[in-house]
Nanobody, 114 residues
Framework: QVQFVESGGGLVQPGGSLRLSCEAS????????MAWYRQLPGKGRELVAD????????NYSDSVKGRFTISRDNAKNTVYLQMNSLKPEDTAVYYC???????WGQGTQVTVSS
């Protein structure tokens, strides 16, 4: 079955960096657009970034553009999210998924606080 295992979250100070990883299984990874979402406390899930199957098209939400970088390694069935210049408002649970979305993983908590 489709499965996503996110990792790399943690507590970081404002201005710091984190790199999230998501290993996917249960579908043909290299044929699917992949995305990172986040769910802020008390809010719905929002799309942060997406990357086409070969990485030729990438999109970012306005809130993270210029600070976050999405990438993928099709040989490892893994998608990454490099997050720089983190702000307290980036605090959220981060999830990856394919597009269209399927089953959700457990996510990884990112907390930005001094």
């Amino acid at each position: 079955q489709v499965q996503f295992v996110e990792s790399g979250g943690g507590l970081v100070q404002p201005g710091g960096s984190l790199r999230l990883s998501c290993e996917a299984s249960g579908f043909i990874f290299r044929q699917n657009t992949m995305a990172w979402y986040r769910q802020l406390p008390g809010k719905g899930r929002e799309l942060v970034a997406d990357i086409s199957f070969a990485g030729q098209w990438i999109n970012y939400s306005d809130s993270v553009k210029g600070r976050f970088t999405i990438s993928r390694d099709n040989a490892k069935n893994t998608v990454y999210l490099q997050m720089n210049s983190l702000k307290p408002e980036d605090t959220a649970v981060y999830y990856c998924n394919k597009l269209p979305t399927g089953t959700w993983g457990q996510g990884t908590q990112v907390t930005v606080s001094s």
